[in-house]
C-alpha cells in the first residue's frame, strides 16, 4: 500500500481551536461519583477529588469539558446542587435509572476543572425546564454580586462569579429517549427565546443549539434547518453526535467511521449555510462536535437491566466500555475527521472522561488507568498547534460495505507559524498490509523528525485493564527516512501514527 501528501504552510484549512480537545462529564454511572470524586480513595484530596485521576486528565490535555448531561441534564434541577451538602436532596435521575445525591454541583465542579486546568461549558435544562430557569442558572454564574442569585451564589462559598462562557441550549432534542423531547419547531422556538434571553442577561454568552443526535436520526438534515432556521441570528454553534462501533463483524466498515463522520460533518455545514443563503445572514455557524466517540453498548443496554421503582443506585456501573487497538486506531481517524473541518468544527467533546465510554478508568479504592484511546487523544492534543492544513493525499483504496470505496490512509497535519512546528497524524485502516507513506516537505524548507509515535498491536483486540494496565502504548516509529524534501514512513496494519516535525 501507498499514499502521498504534501504539507504546504500556506495550504491553510483554519485554526486549531482548542477547543476541539474538550471533554464531557456527565452525571452517569460512575463518571462523577467513584470517578472524578471518591472521598475514601487513598489519593483523594481534601475535597474528595481523586488526584490519581486529575494528573491523568492533565495528562490527557482536555480544554473544555461540557457538564452535567447529556441525558441527566434534561431532568436535572440545577438549584438541587448548589448550598449547603447536607440540605442538598437526593433525586431521581429518570434518564439513567439512578439516584443521584447531588454531593457534587457547580461549586465543586468548577473547583476540580480549575485543579485540571479546564473551561466550563454548561448546559442548560430546555427538556422538563425552559427560558426562566436558564436565566436563573445564568444569574447565579456569571453576574457578579448584588441579586437575589448571584448573592445566593456568593453566600454558598463563591464570591467571584463563575464567567461560563459556553452553553447548551439543552441536549438531543431530537431524541424520543430526552425526557422533554419535542419537534424541530417546538425545539427552535424555545432555542430561540431562551438564547435571546440569556444574551439579554449576558451578551458575552456563546451559544450551543441542538443538532440531531446522530446522522441515522430519521429527521437528520431536516432537523438542522428548521432549527436553525429558528435560532440562526441567536446561536453561534450547532451541536453534532456521533457515535461507533464495529458491527456485524464488519471491521473494514469500521475502521473507515471517520468517513461517516466527515460526511456528517460536511452536511450540517451545507445545510447551516443554506440557513445563511435564505435569511440573507451575515454571520456563519460552526460546529460543536459535543459527543464523539467509540461506543459499544447500544443505547441504555445497561440502564434496561436496571428495573423496578424501588431500584435507583447511585452510581452503578454503566456504559464501561473497554477498548481495543483497533477501536483506538479508529478513535485517532476520528480526531483526524475532527481536525481537518477545523475551519467550522471549532469546539468538540469526547464523550465521556472517566470510567463511562471514557480513556480512563477507575476502580474504587484502586488504581486509574489509560484506556487504548487515552494515547491518540493526549498525543494530538499535545502536538496539533497553529492550523490545519490541505495535504492533498492520494494513494490505495479499498472497497467497503457502509462506505463504499475508502482511502487506505487517511492523514491530516497542522502547523503552528510562531513555534515552526509542523505534526502530521496518519491513519492506516489495512488489516494486513503496512503502508508506505511519502510526504513532500518541499514547501516547508529545512525540517527533521522530532518524533515519531505509532499505536498498533499485533493483537488488535488487545487492551488496557486493571490487571494489565500498561498492557498498549505508544511505541517510536523507526521506519521514518527522511529525503530531498521528502520522508517516508511506514504505518503498520491498523495503526494510528504522530509525527512532530520542526
Ligand atoms: O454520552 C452518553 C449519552 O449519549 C448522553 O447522555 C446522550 O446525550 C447521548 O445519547
Redesign the pocket.
Known sequence: ITARLTIDPYFTVGPVNPRLFGS?V?H?GRCVYDGIYEPGHPTADSEGFRRDVIELVKELGVTTIRYP????VSGFRWEDSVGPRAERPRRLDL?WHSTETNEVGLHEFSSWLEKVGSELMLAVNLGTRGTLEALDLLEYANVPSGTALSDRRVANGRTDAFGIRMWCLG??MD?P?QLGHRSADDYGKLASQTAKAMRQLDPSVELVVCGS?GAQMPTFGEWERVVLSHTYEDVDYISC?A?YQEKNGDLDSFLASAVDMDRFIESVIATADHVKAVTRSEKTINISFD?W?I?YLD?YHDVDKIEGIENWPVAPRL?EDSYTVADAVVFGSLLISLLKHADRVTSASL??LVN??APIMTEPGGPAWRQTTFFPFALTSRLAKGCTLEVRLTGDTYATEQFGEVNLVDAVATHDDASGTTAVFLVNRSQTEDATVTIDLTALGSVSVVDAQTLADADIQARNTLDDPERVGLRPNPSVVAGDHTLTVTLPPVSWTALSLA
Open positions: 464531557f456527565e452517569l448531561g447529556g441525558n441527566f434518564a441536549n438531543e431524541g429517549w443526535s453526535h457515535y459527543e466517540n461506543w443505547r456504559l464523550a465521556q463511562v465510554i
